[in-house]
């Protein structure tokens, strides 16, 4: 089995993000770049339960290829959302979408912004690109249309659709999911109570960001605890 600690990162995310509710099923992937270029990447099957997945099931695919040479394991949305975006965005080494339940809420609001009302919000102050032009489930010209609209981010709002995370490694794009879901829930939370935002100033949100990013080490140390806990109970994930 090639690659196998970055399978077995991208595994515990897949089995996390299942025991946080935050997955859909069988839909919705997660996917690593294990080459220089980023054309060869690891991406969770079609039809697998993520609660059930392990570091072999990955499959190893590679952009430059025609989808139905890796065969009927491959989710057509996924292959040209993830495609897409690992042969044009250089910094998407590690690629994580989702339709979670706040997230997915904000992006069906005309205005899917997240403003800066608290700590969590504002890690993502002027950090995130927001696209509003969807036009059906991703395949095709939308694949390419998404990752143009990502530019530099590494946050994509997709409007109607979800969300989506871009990072140097899996534990970066797995915390800034986790933590762009919980903003979500802060500011949808917020907004149902009916009164007025505290809306942070832009010097103390970009403040804030700022702080976040410098932060040492927080999101390898946040995927070692989910590591440690799917060791202990559920160790079969690494096989």
């Known amino acids: 089995m090639e690659y196998v600690e970055t399978r077995r990162d991208l595994v515990a995310c897949l089995r996390w993000t299942a025991r ?3 997955h859909e099923g069988i839909a919705n992937h997660y996917s690593v770049a294990v080459s220089d270029d980023g054309a060869r990447f690891l991406m969770n099957p079609y039809g697998l339960h ?4 392990q570091a072999s099931d990955l499959l190893l695919l590679n952009t430059n290829a025609e989808m139905e040479d890796n065969g009927n394991a491959v989710d057509p949305t996924a292959w040209a959302i993830h495609g897409a975006l690992h042969r044009a965005v250089p910094h998407a080494r590690c690629i994580m ?3 979670s339940k706040y997230a997915t809420a904000l992006a069906c609001l005309k205005n899917p912004s ?3 009302v608290d700590q969590n919000t504002m890690r993502f102050y002027n950090r995130v690109s927001i696209d509003t032009g969807f036009d059906g489930m991703g395949l095709g010209d939308e694949a390419t249309r998404l990752a143009n609209v990502l530019g530099n981010k590494s946050i994509l709002m997709m409007g109607q659709h979800g969300v989506l995370t871009v990072g140097s490694s ?3 794009a797995f915390d800034d999911i986790y933590y762009f879901e919980r903003s979500a829930e802060i500011y949808m939370t917020a907004l149902a109570s009916g009164q007025e935002l505290n809306i942070a100033s832009p010097e103390v949100a ?3 960001a700022q702080q976040w990013a410098e932060y040492p ?3 390898d140390k946040h995927l070692s605890a989910i590591r440690a806990v799917l060791d202990d109970e559920e160790p079969e994930y690494r096989d």
């Open 20 to 22: 946080l509710n935050m």
């Open 50 to 53: 993520w609660s059930k997945i």
């Open 97 to 99: 979408h989702l339709h």
């Open 114 to 116: 997240l403003p800066p």
């Open 170 to 172: 899996v534990s970066r």
């Open 206 to 208: 970009e403040k804030t």
């Open 217 to 219: 080490n927080f999101a």
